[in-house]
């Protein structure tokens, strides 16, 4: 049962930008901790960026710097803008939303989860 949508994804060149946007009813999954994940052919997901209800935020290594996860409140909306993407970011990205203390990767793979969009960095 999907409950959150992905959109954003698409083909970029290595060094361009992307901003993902994830829909979500904060209602039915809640919304305290929410992130992205994605997941590479032949690899396991990974946690990418997180976001806390009162805006704190973690990242994994490899996006630091270059990625940033934002929400919008009120249209209950969750971003990623992605800079100076790279071949390796290629990958389904994932948006997840959980209401579960302490906020972290581990806790958000239980929540509520979109279907993925595709990004194919060349």
């Known amino acids: 049962h999907v409950q959150l949508v992905e959109s954003g994804g698409g083909s970029v060149q290595a060094g361009g930008a992307l901003r993902l946007s994830c829909a979500h009813p904060g209602y039915t999954c809640g919304s305290y901790c929410m992130g992205w994940f994605r997941q590479a052919p032949g690899k396991e997901r990974e946690g990418v960026a997180i976001i806390v209800e009162d805006g704190k935020t973690e990242y994994s290594d490899s996006v630091k710097g270059r990625f940033t996860i934002s929400q919008n409140n009120d249209k209950n909306i969750l971003y990623l803008q992605m800079n100076t993407l790279q071949p390796d970011d290629t990958a389904t990205y994932y948006c997840?939303?959980?209401?579960?203390?302490?906020?972290?990767?581990?806790?958000?793979?239980?929540?509520?989860w979109g279907r993925g969009t595709q990004v194919t960095v060349s």
């Open positions: 997840a939303a959980h209401n579960v203390y302490p906020c972290d990767f581990e806790g958000l793979k239980s929540g509520c």
